[in-house]
DNA sequence: GATGATAATATGTCTATACATATTATTTCT
DNA sequence: AGAAATAATATGTATAGACATATTATCATC
């Protein structure tokens, strides 16, 4: 038997998909263990394990030793969302990306900063403002924090060529972060930065990101009206 | 050797993201490949590959047949969101779930959701504009259109008792969806069912349901202001 | 020099077998 | 009956070896 002949995880994968979606397997119900399904798709048991880890990592089966592998009742199904740099989302939309820093100082932070960051009272950090804009319009408003005791090459950088973002990105990569995203209305400060109506309705994002526990920076940024956050499950 | 002893795929996944965090394998370039790091870490290349599969799926490494496997420069970070049900979200907040059917009918959807729906002119779709409270106040108000075509049980279905979102996950689960969200400000209508002020930015999510390619259902959800959506990379 | 055939190579997958480990079921002992 | 020890079982992981497949490098040909 040629072994891409018949089996190959991934159309295990599929049957056991359609099994599921179908409710041949029904939510709750314990399936076949491996080897009476290796038997029935005449393959190896390691093939069927590949074919069920998938399935229960995309969150459809709960498998344990021992009990078997069980339909899950309600999924959490779990969304993938890639964070992208803004200048490539921006030009990925066929517009130039262009940004200014307002703001750049070495200072000591407010608390509620401090504790943000992770830092100890009496410590300076980098903070940012700057504004990204799309063929000239602005389209998000940046306000920053850099743990410069973590990361203290950043106080020397100049960041009106590359953007704090970017630079983080190719000088600390492989970061764990935080995000959150909520709606606010501009408040006269973000209206002025992003020229719109004071009360308008803005989507902000905030980012904390670390690396070994340590944060390494802290964002928040207001989006021009009409952003739109998407996802796919 | 004992087989947990020094490898194990996870130790040497681990080894794998330190090297390309402290950068011994930089960004770009080109790692050795799976047989001399099966060699390297005295394990068979099933279990190197086991490792450099996982890494690659975390979105840190590029990896080709005969080209080898390169490490990300700009590693498209992936987060991982899970939508839960709106009751478990509230609940999980200690406060009481309840929810109201304002409106339901059997109706004609305009071009533009017959669209969204992909369904044929002149057919009829399920509309239900549902608020959904915390402790009896207002925490979300939903208007969704329920493809009636594809899911017929859902036009002799009572919505009072179990919510539209549940008796779909219960009744059509394992689907395909598409998120979006946003900020805007709260209509004089929407401020009416949520009870707050006209112009209040609000949260908005959407989100299209599909099975085989058919639209189950389409949602709109405005949040009450506070309303955060938090997630991790 | 361009083109097309061919070889070389790194990852992708499968098999069979073995042992590890978590968990449940059963038996034994008190 | 209840607790503790023991067996049974399904998944988890590792191994060596084989072949598949995509892609690159090389070489022959025109």
């Known amino acids: 038997m040629r072994q891409t002949e018949v089996s190959s ?4 994968q599929s049957e056991v998909l ?28 390691a093939t069927v394990n590949r074919a069920l880890r998938a399935v229960a990592d995309a969150g459809l089966l709960d498998r344990r030793r021992k009990a078997g592998s ?8 779990k969304a993938f969302v890639s964070i992208p740099i803004l200048r490539k989302e921006i030009e990925a939309k066929g517009q130039a990306y262009s940004h200014e820093v307002l703001h750049s100082a070495l200072k000591q932070p407010a608390r509620e900063t401090l504790e943000r960051l992770g830092i100890a009272k009496g410590t ?17 408003y940046e306000e920053r924090w850099i743990n410069t005791n973590y ?11 590359l953007s704090a973002n970017e630079w983080l990105v190719a000088n ?3 970061t764990e972060a935080e995000l959150s995203f909520s709606a606010s209305n501009a408040t006269a400060r973000q209206a002025e930065k992003l020229k719109i109506e004071k009360g308008t309705a803005i989507f902000n994002t905030t980012r904390r990101t ?3 526990h340590h944060v390494i920076t802290f964002v928040k940024l207001w989006f021009a009206p009409g952003y739109e956050l998407l996802m796919t499950v």
């Open 9 to 12: 995880w991934q159309e295990i």
């Open 18 to 45: 359609e099994r599921i979606r179908t409710r041949k397997w029904k939510p709750g119900e314990l399936i076949p263990n491996e080897t009476e399904l290796a038997e029935e798709f005449g393959c190896a048991r």
């Open 70 to 77: 069980r339909v899950l009742t309600l999924p959490e199904r």
């Open 124 to 140: 300076k950090a980098l903070e940012l403002h700057t504004l990204h804009m799309a063929d000239g319009f602005p389209y998000a």
């Open 151 to 161: 990361l203290p090459q950043a106080a020397n950088t100049d960041f009106d060529g």
């Open 172 to 174: 600390a990569p492989y």
């Open 210 to 212: 670390t690396q070994d």
